[in-house]
């Protein structure tokens, strides 16, 4: 089984930065793309960033193109989410998780973190 915790989320003020981070434990997730996703109250899960597992490969949402990168530490169990110059509409719960595959889609992803609050303040 594999459990992945996310961290850092926050309030923060328009313009502003934070960086979240994903751990995964137990099973190990070699080869496996890792992914963020966002979601608001009423809305459907968004894709945000996803990284392969060598990192040589990278996707991101238009929406933070830009203001928003992905990376992967050497142990390649951690994934992390910059997010520099941060708006309002990017207040959301945002997740962490686990695909077989580098994919946009929600429903290609096998594990999912609890999620972590990030508020941006205008």
């Known amino acids: 089984q594999v459990q992945l915790a996310e961290s850092g989320g926050g309030l923060v003020q328009a313009g502003g930065s934070l960086r979240l981070s994903c751990t995964a434990s137990g099973r190990t997730l070699e080869n496996y793309p890792m992914g963020w996703f966002r979601q608001t109250i009423g809305n459907e899960r968004e894709f945000v960033a996803v990284i392969t597992w060598t990192g040589v490969r990278v996707y991101i949402a238009d929406s933070v193109r830009g203001r928003f990168t992905i990376s992967r530490d050497g142990a390649k169990n951690t994934v992390h989410l910059q997010m520099n110059n941060l708006k309002p509409e990017d207040t959301a719960v945002y997740y962490c998780?686990?695909?077989?595959?580098?994919?946009?889609?929600?429903?290609?992803?096998?594990?999912w973190g609890q999620g972590t609050q990030v508020t941006v303040s205008s």
């Open positions: 998780a686990a695909a077989p595959e580098a994919s946009r889609r929600t429903d290609q992803y096998d594990y």
